[in-house]
């Protein structure tokens, strides 16, 4: 199990969305204009799959924050969406993520931090929203090894790269 996490609005559903679509069709095809979305009250778990194997991700939705914990356990990797263009919840967004990152049964857990919305003009530069999150000290002092990538769920960008990861990170086969 995945956990994909992250504030309200950073776009986990549309992200989840997506990578579905792209799972069921070529890499070649274009994703096409971006579904509605809603905001998530309670969780969403879907199912992609990919080169034949079964990866579950369960999304918390924004609002859930209190109680992302209760789902902690029994699970290997976690997602943390960040939404670039929403400076206000950066602050915010950083000490969630600080105590994802120190939370007991994530201890172990593979971190990718996305920082989604790329594709607005408004947005930071990638160096400017690390150092606001104080990224390389959040890296070099946490336990779990984390990356970071710069997704569009509009655009597609960074979704193959997402995916590879999501792959390479699953906890167990099944089939
Ligand atoms: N331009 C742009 N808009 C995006 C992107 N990702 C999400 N959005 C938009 O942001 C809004 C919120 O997206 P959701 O996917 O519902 O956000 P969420 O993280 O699931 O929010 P909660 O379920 O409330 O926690 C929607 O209007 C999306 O279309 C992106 O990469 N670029
Ligand atoms: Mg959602």
Not at 149 to 155: G, I, P, V, W
């Amino acid at each position: 199990m995945c956990l994909l996490l992250g504030a309200s609005g950073a776009g986990k559903t549309l992200l989840l969305k997506r990578l579905q679509k792209l799972c069921q069709m070529g890499a070649q095809e274009d994703l096409g204009e971006a579904p509605v979305t809603l905001p998530t009250v309670g969780t969403n778990l879907t199912d992609l799959t990919l080169r034949k194997r079964k990866i579950t991700v369960r999304e918390l939705g924004g609002c859930m924050g209190p109680i992302w914990p209760k789902y902690y356990s029994d699970c290997r990797s976690v997602i943390f969406v960040v939404d670039s263009v929403n400076t206000v919840q950066i602050s915010s967004s950083c000490v969630q993520l600080l105590s994802v990152l120190s939370a007991d049964p994530l201890q172990s857990a593979a971190v990718l931090v996305l920082f989604n919305k790329r594709d607005l003009s408004c947005t930071m530069s990638l160096v400017e929203l690390k150092a606001l999150f104080r990224m390389d000290d959040i890296i070099r002092s946490a336990p779990q090894s984390i990356s970071t990538l710069e997704t569009s769920a509009r655009s597609g960008q960074g979704l193959q790269e997402l995916l590879s990861w999501l792959f390479s990170h699953r906890s167990h086969d099944t089939g």
